[in-house]
């Protein structure tokens, strides 16, 4: 059959939850036997996220094909269970930059170029093309923001477009939108809601169905008010509500009727749903768990959507094995004003150094290496940890004075961790870093060979600097085992201590290829260490 549409709205504040709620929905029609892919837009000027603070959008997840995404990709991708592509990341950038592109090119010869119709089109013409790409039933499209906001206002009338041109029966707007309770009365108050309706309405969008993100269910008043004020039956109001973890949402809403309502209004066969996988999935979260406290190290711990990814691959390992995780955030300067400070390190069942770039908290970062090395603590180093592990071992084991990454000390006397070659006539910083999915071999007999069970893995990436060629034998002399390098054998992947509990740097981002139920194994190790479980063959 042709692709069916489903756009997903979000109202009142951002961040409301949409990512989560559009993987929900992809999952609904997953278990009912419908192929499924969907779409994150970004009304922003960037052409990707890869040049954003991680304060500013959260972490920038990257895809198999090199893209550097938002973070709702990794939602879909953990849900869904597939690997979707850069290109289903759409931009405001990537959209302006193609029009002006084909102007410059003349291919609007003798029109003045507009919004309407030239950038609309870009955009329908952008959908279009990921849903033929995916070969899919169904294709999400999730518009990021808030409805009401200047930036997006062109994605929406797209999308207006595209319900007249593809037919009702083929498109389905959903709407989510907060619906507060206030502190003092107790009260779910459902007028940000119905405003954020209005506008969704005035720009000539009629949502189909409407879900309140509310802390608990909705009152039945507070639903029958929402279903009137906002012209939908009263059966297609549903509560995005807090569940215990957020795996459990896409049964919660199946069972509130929203998959078969779905499945009825886009004119497909209902076909019954088969939750089993998915609920044994569920289940081993739920499951009494013992609990080990992680030292999470890093410098944007502020705001832990810098690392969603990495929390759940944590969470994913643990429930594989009957485990709780709790994440305790540092930011690593601290240790740096106060070098003492990393004493309180012992009180930690496993020590992770997280990604980041620059120089600040670098020192901090080693600091904890460190003390995770010498005190027996379960470690893992990712990327920039992996390089600054390397960094600790010279300056600590081999002698190597001064030794550091030549991104915080470009002067350094011995730069153990240098510049990619192919970086250094690189003069744009977007997209230009090594990006994606790239093919590692490890040594057998090493605790990476026996975290993956394979002498071939494949991981994602994104850096520019790697272990310096040049201190390759004076690291494995001083008993660093280098036990992972890239396909053509020309850069260190894996690093770890064959005296030590668990010690393991890795030079990608395997947390990017983590799910529920299939744990990545560097992650899966690391908790299991940091539990005191035997580390088995993957």
């Known amino acids: 059959m042709m692709t069916k549409f489903i756009f997903v709205t979000g109202g009142v504040l951002s961040s409301v939850g949409k990512g989560i709620l559009t993987s929900s929905i992809g999952k609904m029609l997953q278990v009912r036997g419908y192929s499924v892919s969907a779409v994150k837009i970004d009304p922003y000027v960037n052409v990707d996220a890869g040049t ?14 090199g893209g550097e995404t938002d973070l709702d990709l990794g939602h879909y991708e953990r849900f869904l269970d597939i690997n979707i592509p850069k290109f289903n990341n759409i931009t405001t950038g990537q959209v302006y930059a193609s029009v002006i592109e084909k102007e410059r090119k003349g291919e609007y010869l003798g029109r003045c170029v507009q919004i309407i119709p030239h950038v ?12 033929k790409m995916a070969k899919c039933d169904i294709l999400l499209v999730e518009i990021g923001g808030t409805v009401g906001d200047i930036e997006s206002l062109p994605f929406f009338e797209a999308v207006r477009q595209m319900r007249l041109e593809e037919g009702y029966d083929d498109t389905l707007f959903i709407h989510l939108a907060l619906v507060p309770i206030l502190d003092v009365t107790k009260e779910q108050k459902s007028k940000p809601f119905q405003h954020s309706v209005q506008e969704l309405r005035r720009i000539g969008i009629q949502p189909d169905i409407l879900v309140a993100r509310c802390r608990i269910s909705l009152d039945e008043s507070v639903k029958k008010k929402i279903s009137l004020f906002g012209s939908v039956p009263y059966e297609a109001v549903f509560t995005s509500y807090d569940v215990d973890n957020i795996y459990m949402l896409p049964m919660e809403l199946d069972r509130q009727g929203m998959g078969e309502y779905i499945v009825k209004r886009l004119s497909l066969n209902n076909k019954v749903p088969d939750w089993n996988n998915w609920n044994s999935i569920v289940a081993s979260f739920k499951e009494p768990q013992k609990i080990v406290k992680i030292a999470m190290c890093g410098k944007y711990t502020k705001l832990a959507d810098s690392y969603v990814s990495i929390i759940e691959a944590l969470k994913h390992a643990g429930a594989k094995v009957g485990v709780t995780p709790h994440l305790e955030w540092i930011e690593t300067t601290v240790f740096e004003k106060d070098p003492s400070a990393t004493s309180t390190l012992e009180n930690y069942d496993g020590i992770m150094v997280l990604p980041g770039f620059g120089a600040r908290g670098t020192e901090g970062k080693i600091m904890a290496i460190k003390f995770a090395r010498e005190h027996k603590i379960p470690f893992l180093g990712i990327c920039f940890g992996f390089q600054l592990a390397v960094v600790e071992f010279a300056r600590s084991v081999l002698g190597y004075k001064n030794a550091d990454t030549t991104e915080a000390n470009p002067s ?5 961790i240098d510049l990619l070659p192919e970086q250094k006539s690189v003069g744009a910083l977007g997209g230009t870093m090594r990006l994606g999915a790239y093919k590692i071999f490890l040594e057998e007999g090493t605790l990476a060979h026996q975290l993956y069970g394979a002498n071939e893995i494949s991981e994602r990436h994104r850096h520019r600097y790697e272990v310096n060629p040049n201190y390759w034998e004076a690291l494995k002399e001083g008993g660093l085992v280098l036990s992972g390098f890239s396909y053509d054998k020309r850069r260190v992947e894996f690093i770890e201590l064959p005296d030590h509990p668990f010690f393991l740097g890795t030079q990608a ?8 139920g299939k744990p990545s194994p560097p992650y899966l190790g690391f908790i299991k260490a940091s539990a005191g479980m035997k580390i088995k063959v993957n």
Do not use: C, L, Q, W
């Open 120 to 131: 609309t089109d870009e955009i329908k013409s952008r959908i279009r093309t990921a849903a």
């Open 52 to 65: 954003m603070n991680p304060y500013m959008h959260g972490e920038v997840y990257v895809t198999d094909d």
């Open 509 to 516: 981002h395997p947390e990017f290829k983590s799910r529920p």
């Open 412 to 416: 350094t006397p011995h730069p153990v």
